[in-house]
């Protein structure tokens, strides 16, 4: 099942960016996200955002990562 995932262009106290699936209680504000599209997991929708930002400080937000995961099992 696929998902869609963005993430907060903002870092987080560790300086990485937070990867966030839609229904996330810690979602950004919406002018604070940059969309990343549909994806299997968070770890695929992180190897996108590094491969299109050329970045790689990014991290699964532990709520969404922990709710999917349920969801899937």
Do not use: R
């Not at 903002?10 to 699936?21: I, S």
């Not at 969404?64 to 899937?72: M, R």
């Amino acid at each position: 099942m696929l998902t869609y995932y963005f993430y907060n262009q903002n870092t987080d106290a560790k300086g990485n960016h937070q990867v966030h699936a839609p229904d996330c209680t810690y979602s950004p504000e919406v002018e604070d996200t940059i969309a990343l599209g549909m994806h299997a997991n968070s770890k695929e929708a992180i190897q996108y955002a590094e491969a299109f930002t050329g970045k790689t400080n990014f991290d699964s937000c532990a709520c969404c990562w922990t709710k999917l995961e349920k969801s899937q099992a």
